[in-house]
């Protein structure tokens, strides 16, 4: 007896028995249902007194028996395609009559189902009305509904339906939305969701949420702010607002939801099996950015120890992606007491390379920073003041390391972007101040709110080494919305190393551009110098405050070098 699914309870044998029997039910294929399967469907429903739903294939085979509503229904595994719709369609009863509700409709648009129907039972058992809807085409942005209800026909009609058409023209349509977004697929298109739990700047990290996208080279289509108080355990937000953001995907050819909210690897399964959308978190892009943009050999070291630590929690379910990770290690076979037997499963496999890959990065990391300790210890001999320049990203610390050592061609220009982290390596470059003579002046990695942990812990060597400066820089962005907020961002981080008490000069940077009165209101709370890096505004004040911050580590005839570096030594 084929199995029957949903719920069962309670059935007799032979009732069970008359529900297995539908799996050698055929109908013509390209029709919805004929009149002796609706009839048989109505006189088992009635008799149940249940919802009885049953899963045609296009050549007219019922795969799928469920005692269950279109919800429910027990459906096949499948991975949809892009140019087509999942294969078959769902025909079920109402044995309390009506036609389609809003669940019917949500299960045919989240499974990309050929059509939903629902046959009305009569008090007698005889089939009603059947109720028809299938997708509308993608793209269309207007009124129109994700589906297209057709009106009621009786069961002795509705073979004249040619749904076989309805699917073919259908897929038509999904094909070409398919070949022109491989015509601009040079950018994926992302839906980003920010959610609101009563943060009061939650529409500035929906709006850095987009600048990060854009830096990672994506095309923002659509922006979801969501208030939550409470966040849904497994959905953040809730089964009903994954329907809209898959309704607004479908309709504007997204192909990735982005949350501004760190998700779990169970929740990221989740969110991805019912919107059948490719989920990734901000942490996951800010990863992607990083891989990006780095370029030396420290940077991609660090980067590929974060991605790997980010990416072990949520092995399951990567299939073959990580078979390339480890290659070179040893030989699976063997191994300790206890190991022997039918050998390691695939995710073993790929936990223990994955961990055999940390210990090597790892190990690369230290040797990168013995070089850069002894690199650091002949700058200190030479007794040359180091000013490292530290800042939010995007706030325009290296175009004003270009500026300060009038590197405007290569190659000592440092790459200056208005992009999120566009620099990901620290640069050191020697200039020259009035009053002062020369100094190193560092150009560090952009910091960011937040900045996920594996991050944090990748860089941490790299950013440790703010605290061998004699003088920090702190670059505020003053044109965007959010400085203070940013300013104190980077205060966080610098305390966190340590840092924070180093003598600091702030350079409010793209004053330029920025609104006067924010301008005169950061002086008063940072006591920062205005400058346009980009213009070339402001430099003279900004080199005279570093000058009185530089004078108590200067080195002089008559005066000895003071100071935390000194101190050090």
Do not use: C
Not at 92 to 118: E, I, M, Q, Y
Not at 417 to 437: D, I, M, W, Y
Not at 527 to 535: D, I, K, L, T
């Amino acid at each position: 007896m084929e199995k029957v699914h949903g719920n069962t309870s309670g059935l007799r044998p032979a009732q069970l028995k008359q529900l297995s029997n539908l799996y050698r039910r055929r109908i013509e294929p390209g029709v919805v249902t004929s009149p002796e399967l609706a009839r048989n469907l109505s006189e088992l429903s009635s008799d149940l007194r249940r919802e009885v739903s049953v899963l045609i294939d296009r050549r007219g085979r019922v795969i799928s028996v469920s005692v269950a509503d279109a919800k429910a229904a027990e459906l096949p595994t499948v991975r949809l395609g892009e140019t087509r719709l999942a294969g078959y369609h769902l025909l079920h009863t109402h044995p309390r009559g009506g036609g389609l509700s809003k669940a019917d409709l949500s299960a045919l648009f989240l499974n990309r189902l050929d059509a939903v129907a629902a046959i009305e039972v009569l008090k007698d058992g005889f089939p009603g009305n059947v109720h028809v809807a299938h997708l509308t085409p993608p793209g269309t942005t207007g009124e129109e509904e994700d589906w297209r209800v057709y009106p009621p026909q009786s069961p002795y009609q509705i073979e004249d339906f040619d749904l076989g058409a309805q699917v073919s023209a259908l897929e038509e349509e999904i094909a070409r939305a398919s070949r022109l977004r491989e015509a601009r697929k040079d950018r994926e298109r992302v839906i980003l969701v920010q959610i609101d739990t009563g943060e009061f700047d939650a529409e500035e990290r929906l709006a850095e949420l987009g600048e990060l996208a854009r830096t990672a080279g994506a095309d923002v289509v659509y922006k979801e702010l969501v208030f939550r108080r409470h966040l849904k355990p497994g959905t953040l937000v809730g089964a009903g607002k994954l329907e809209e953001l898959t309704s607004r995907a479908y309709h504007l050819d997204a192909e990735t939801l982005v949350f501004g909210q760190e998700l779990s690897p169970a929740q990221a399964r989740e969110i991805e099996a019912v919107t059948s959308l490719k989920v990734i978190d901000r942490t996951q892009l800010i990863l992607d950015i990083f891989a990006l943009h780095a370029q030396g050999v420290e940077s991609r070291l660090q980067v590929e120890l974060a991605q790997l630590r980010y990416m072990k929690p949520r092995l399951l379910g990567q299939g073959t992606r990580l078979s390339r990770i480890g290659a070179s290690g040893g030989s699976a076979a063997g191994g300790a007491i206890g190991t022997r037997g039918p050998g390691e499963t695939k995710l073993e496999l790929d936990r223990r390379r994955i961990n055999d890959r940390i210990s090597f990065l790892e190990g690369q990391l230290e040797n990168v920073a013995t070089r850069r300790e002894e690199r650091r210890k002949r700058r200190e001999r030479n007794d040359i003041p180091v000013v490292s320049i530290v800042g939010y990203t995007n706030a325009g610390k290296s175009t004003l390391l270009n500026a300060f050592t009038h590197a405007a061609e290569e190659p000592r220009r440092v790459l200056a972007e208005n992009k999120l982290f566009a620099t990901l390596r620290p640069t050191s470059r020697q200039g020259f101040l009035p009053g002062v003579g020369q100094v190193v002046l560092t150009d560090t990695v952009g910091f960011i709110r937040d900045l996920p942990t594996d991050l944090q812990r990748a860089f941490r060597a790299t950013l440790e080494e703010i605290g061998d400066a004699d003088v920090l820089l702190h670059v505020v962005d003053v044109a965007s919305p959010g400085a203070d907020t940013r300013y104190e961002s980077v205060r966080r981080i610098l305390e966190d190393l340590g840092t924070a008490d180093l003598p600091t000069v702030v350079a409010l940077n793209k004053a330029d551009a920025a609104d006067p009165d924010v301008i005169e209101r950061e002086q008063a709370r940072l006591g920062g110098v205005p400058v346009s890096a980009a213009r070339g505004v402001g430099l003279d004040d900004l080199k005279a405050a570093l000058r009185g911050a530089l004078l108590p580590f200067t080195v002089t005839p008559e005066t000895p070098r003071e100071g935390p570096r000194a101190d050090a030594r």
